[in-house]
T-cell receptor, first 113, second 109 residues
Framework: DQQVKQNSPSLSVQEGRISILNCDYT??????FLWYKKYPAEGPTFLIS?????DKNEDGRFTVFLNKSAKHLSLHIVPSQPGDSAVYFC????????????FGPGTRLSVLP | DGGITQSPKYLFRKEGQNVTLSCEQN?????MYWYRQDPGQGLRLIYY???????QKGDIAEGYSVSREKKESFPLTVTSAQKNPTAFYLC????????FGPGTRLTVL
């Protein structure tokens, strides 16, 4: 049973518009969430995080929103650029030292020029 | 220049042979991880180690083995018992976030 779900395997967006990537989780013990970006044949790179004490975190063009009651988070990229085309992974952890991250299956974003 | 090194980038082996994937880090992080990525399946945890001389099985440990004799090194051996070894393997450390190496693409012929 997947604890972290990304129900959209792929997403296409026009350059300059907003990209919204969604992530749902089932484990109510999760309290720390990350987004990663991955290019083919490379390791994922960390984008942005949010802890459960917040409902929004912003870093440049990237904003993550957390809705704890719905067990849902989303990553907004504004404006989208062709270089943003990659696979995006959502990850969640129960927090505390030693807790492992659980990764979603990823969403492939294509930003069209 | 701190980071995680995985070598080689591409590795080919014949079926039935064991192969060891290298992972070295100079981030001074205690925890190290091995993941496997297959198309459409995200990252699945193979083994992890929170401290030197200790490691734990992840979700898909069968057919794999690890050692953690030094803080900097966490090699993964893919044994002949692993039924579908062809995959992209990622080594990672953890300090708040997870930091990933560049990965090794293993192809078993």
């Amino acid at each position: 049973d997947q604890q972290v779900k990304q129900n959209s395997p792929s997403l296409s967006v026009q350059e300059g518009r907003i990209s919204i990537l969604n992530c749902d989780y089932t484990n109510s013990m999760f309290d720390y969430f990350l987004w990663y970006k991955k290019y083919p044949a490379e390791g994922p790179t960390f984008l942005i995080s949010i802890s459960s004490i917040k409902d929004k975190n912003e870093d440049g063009r990237f904003t993550v929103f957390l809705n704890k009651s719905a067990k849902h988070l989303s990553l907004h990229i504004v404006p989208s650029q062709p270089g943003d085309s990659a696979v995006y992974f959502c990850a969640a952890s129960g927090g505390g030292y030693g807790q492992n991250f659980v990764f979603g299956p990823g969403t492939r974003l294509s930003v069209l020029p | 220049d701190g980071g995680i090194t995985q070598s080689p980038k591409y590795l080919f082996r014949k079926e039935g042979q064991n192969v060891t994937l290298s992972c070295e880090q100079n981030l001074n992080h205690d925890a190290m991880y091995w993941y496997r990525q297959d198309p459409g399946q995200g990252l699945r945890l193979i083994y992890y180690s929170q401290i030197v001389n200790d490691f734990q099985k992840g979700d898909i440990a069968e057919g794999y083995s690890v050692s953690r004799e030094k803080k900097e090194s966490f090699p993964l051996t893919v044994t002949s018992a692993q039924k579908n070894p062809t995959a992209f393997y990622l080594c990672a450390t953890k300090f708040n976030e997870q930091f990933f190496g560049p990965g090794t693409r293993l192809t078993v012929l």
